[in-house]
């Protein structure tokens, strides 16, 4: 599989199209079904693979508009509930709006599933008007993302809302 192979040099050249690039392979690997479990498995591991210094990516779920649920994902066992409006996950299914986090430590209600995380970026996914659920990205590293991730993570969450039936 090309992601096992990713030569990260690149992402640290030029984040953008490096991500741009990611946004087309991942257009390829979900062309071929659209099926929500399938496409968020494969967006897990890609996504963990293909991007340096990660330490967990998946997917929460929206329930019932007041409670997340644990998706398909890559890394360590996880929280399986998160109310709106909890930690980072919940914070940004309330908001609909992507949450970069620097320091999960100084994150006042951040719920740390992996205690070996340390910086974090949560994106909404909506569709229709309903949210669907949110793609979070944890690191190790303090500081590991920038505005190119953000913008990145949000170019792959719109490559994967495009390619499946939510
Ligand atoms: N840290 C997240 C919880 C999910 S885990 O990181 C996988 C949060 O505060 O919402």
């Not at 640290?12 to 199209?17: A, E, F, G, Q, V």
């Not at 914070?91 to 995380?117: E, K, L």
Request: aromatic fraction near 10%.
């Amino acid at each position: 599989m090309h992601q096992l192979e990713s030569d990260f040099s690149l992402y640290y050249d030029n984040k953008s199209s490096y991500y741009q690039s990611l946004c087309q392979q991942l257009e390829g690997l979900l062309s071929i079904e659209r099926d929500p479990i399938t496409n968020m498995s494969q967006v897990a591991s890609f996504v963990f693979y293909s991007i340096p210094d990660l330490n967990w990516s998946g997917f929460y779920l929206n329930v019932d508009d007041e409670n997340l649920r644990l998706g398909p994902f890559n890394g360590k066992v996880a929280c399986v509930h998160i109310p709106f409006g909890k930690g980072v996950c919940g914070t940004v299914a309330q908001q609909r709006q992507s949450v970069r986090v620097d320091d999960v430590h100084s994150f006042a209600g951040h719920i740390a599933c992996d205690s070996a995380s340390n910086s974090e970026i949560v994106v909404p996914i909506v569709h229709d008007g309903r949210l669907f659920g949110v793609l979070d990205i944890d690191s190790p590293t303090l500081n590991r993302f920038d505005d190119d991730d953000l913008v990145g993570f949000e170019k792959l969450a719109a490559t994967f809302a495009a390619a499946t039936n939510l």
